[in-house]
T-cell receptor
């Protein structure tokens, strides 16, 4: 597609259930990011994938959170045993980074997946 | 360590009035600075960015921002607000071009435009 696609756009789940959020980045973008956006909290970095390099997982808030990126394209963010504090909008972004040159610095965002944990 | 402060979580202006959204940053190295806009129920999109060169940067939809090193500021302005400008605006700073994972985000400023 032309832009970053995320699904589902809305997800309501019960506390303790697992959820999977999907991100389909712009074709050819080697970098992919997951952010969490909570009300009044700005953007919280979760995880970063760059090509075939090991992902930067330094932003994941707990071991209940994990993410993978298959074939350098689609990414899935998984939250196990969801808690009410996990309720937020999860944003995915991709970027055309050129290693060694730096790229444009521009992130292209999807519309987000709104997660509500009851 | 880098940080970004957006002064004013909510700003309200009348249609046609000047828009001024404030952003101050802290960085130990020359920063790259960004403004993103988020319209309701949408993702963020880049408004403008400063990397090197001219300190006055023009972006989409008539917005511009000026990098002032002495004031460590990167305020966003628009001469005349339009109703369609109502959105959330985020300022971000990065230590190096392209190293996006180091983007540090402000908490955002919600802009309301009154008729």
């Amino acid at each position: 597609g032309a832009g970053v696609s995320q699904s589902p756009s809305n997800k309501v789940t019960e506390k303790g259930k697992d959820v999977e959020l999907r991100c389909d980045p712009i074709s050819g973008h080697t970098a992919l990011y997951w952010y969490r956006q909570s009300l009044g909290q700005g953007l919280e970095f979760l995880i970063y994938f760059q090509g075939n390099s090991a992902p930067d997982k330094s932003g994941l808030p707990s071991d209940r959170f994990s993410a993978e990126r298959t074939g350098g394209s689609v990414s899935t963010l998984t939250i196990q045993r969801t808690q009410q504090e996990d309720s937020a909008v999860y944003l995915c972004a991709s970027s055309l980074n050129t290693p060694g040159i730096g790229g444009t610095g521009e992130l292209f965002f999807g519309e987000g997946s709104r997660l509500t944990v009851l | 360590a880098q940080s970004v402060t957006q002064l004013g979580s909510h700003v309200s202006v009348s249609e046609g009035a000047l828009v001024l959204l404030r952003c101050n940053y802290s960085s130990s190295v020359p920063p790259y600075l960004f403004w993103y806009v988020q319209y309701p129920n949408q993702g963020l999109q880049l408004l403008l960015k400063y990397t090197t060169g001219a300190t006055l940067v023009k972006g989409i939809n008539g917005f511009e921002a000026e990098f002032k090193k002495s004031e460590t500021s990167f305020h966003l302005t628009k001469p005349s607000a339009h109703m369609s400008d109502a959105a959330e605006y985020f300022c971000a700073v990065s230590a190096a071009a392209g190293n996006n994972r180091k983007l540090i985000w402000g908490l955002g400023t919600s802009l309301a435009v009154n008729p």
